[in-house]
């Protein structure tokens, strides 16, 4: 797949198609991976975003500037992820089943204190990010935002890290690029630590659809007129 310029439709044929004939698609998608060891990092459908087996993960293992990013299809991306903030990486090992190593571990900025996760040059379109987090005790408290969506969630049970429950270990922010640019996670720990296991930034459906539906109608006009 090229990420160059209309990297977005390209990515959203192949979805259509893919989903038309009842499978999953990875493209256009990038996975992140917050770990301490690149050799842990989680694989295929790791995450809340249903993806195929051979997904490929963005493994993180340390505050980073300007790391290059692969897609879901393990093709080079323009996307570069910046990794800031008080805090460090602790691994999450022992916390039920160890099957999903996307949230055995973390990073994590202390109590008041800000993570910032910033992917520049993403292409224009609508895209989901998904935000993973953990807690180690009930009654923690993050404050999210994500290019000025702010959520704000208080955990009132202990994670098992087992299963996927939107609002107790993941988030789903929407967010729409008129052009290139910049998507900013932040995470402030307002009761405890702010913690982050993974992302996951992915072309919402719909545009998915639409843009899709139009490349497929390009190349059938493309077809006619051959």
Same mark, same amino acid.
């Not at 991306?77 to 949230?103: E, I, K, R, S």
């Not at 296991?197 to 497929?216: K, T």
């Given at each position: !797949?090229?990420?160059? %310029?209309?990297?977005l439709? !390209?990515a959203?044929?192949?979805? *259509? @198609?893919v =989903?038309l004939a009842?499978?999953?698609a990875?493209?256009g998608?990038?996975n992140i991976?917050?770990?301490?060891?690149a050799n842990l990092? $989680?694989?295929?459908? $790791?995450?809340a975003?249903?993806q @195929?087996?051979? $997904?490929? +993960?963005?493994?993180?293992t340390?505050?980073a500037?300007?790391?290059? =990013?692969?897609?879901?299809?393990?093709? /080079?991306?323009?996307?570069?992820?910046?990794?800031t903030g008080?805090?460090?990486? %602790?691994?999450?090992?022992?916390v039920g089943d160890?099957?999903?190593l !996307? !949230? +055995?571990?973390y990073v994590? /900025?202390?109590?008041?204190d #800000?993570?910032t996760?910033?992917?520049?040059?993403?292409?224009?379109?609508?895209?989901? *990010?998904y935000?993973y987090?953990c807690?180690?005790? /009930?009654?923690?408290?993050?404050?999210?935002?994500?290019?000025?969506i702010?959520?704000?969630?208080?955990?009132?049970?202990?994670?098992?890290?087992? #299963?996927?429950? %939107?609002?107790?270990?993941?988030?789903?922010?929407? *967010? $729409?690029?008129?052009s290139e640019?910049?998507?900013?996670v932040?995470?402030?720990?307002r009761a405890?630590?702010a913690?982050i296991?993974?992302l996951?930034?992915?072309?919402?459906?719909a545009?998915? *659809?639409?843009?899709?539906?139009?490349? =497929?109608g390009l190349?059938r006009?493309?077809?006619?007129?051959?």
């Amino acid at each position: !797949m090229n990420w160059t %310029q209309g990297s977005l439709k !390209m990515a959203a044929t192949v979805g *259509v @198609a893919v =989903l038309l004939a009842g499978g999953v698609a990875n493209a256009g998608v990038i996975n992140i991976d917050f770990n301490n060891n690149a050799n842990l990092t $989680a694989s295929g459908d $790791a995450g809340a975003y249903s993806q @195929a087996p051979d $997904a490929v +993960w963005n493994p993180v293992t340390r505050y980073a500037n300007n790391l290059a =990013l692969l897609d879901a299809e393990g093709n /080079a991306t323009p996307v570069l992820l910046t990794l800031t903030g008080n805090g460090g990486y %602790q691994y999450f090992g022992a916390v039920g089943d160890n099957a999903n190593l !996307m !949230m +055995w571990d973390y990073v994590f /900025a202390g109590d008041g204190d #800000t993570l910032t996760t910033t992917l520049a040059n993403v292409p224009a379109g609508s895209w989901d *990010v998904y935000v993973y987090f953990c807690w180690y005790d /009930a009654g923690e408290t993050i404050e999210f935002d994500v290019n000025g969506i702010s959520k704000t969630i208080t955990q009132t049970v202990p994670n098992t890290q087992t #299963t996927f429950a %939107q609002g107790t270990n993941y988030e789903v922010f929407n *967010v $729409a690029l008129a052009s290139e640019g910049p998507i900013v996670v932040s995470a402030v720990g307002r009761a405890g630590a702010a913690s982050i296991n993974g992302l996951q930034l992915a072309p919402e459906p719909a545009s998915l *659809v639409l843009l899709g539906l139009g490349g =497929l109608g390009l190349i059938r006009r493309k077809r006619r007129v051959a």
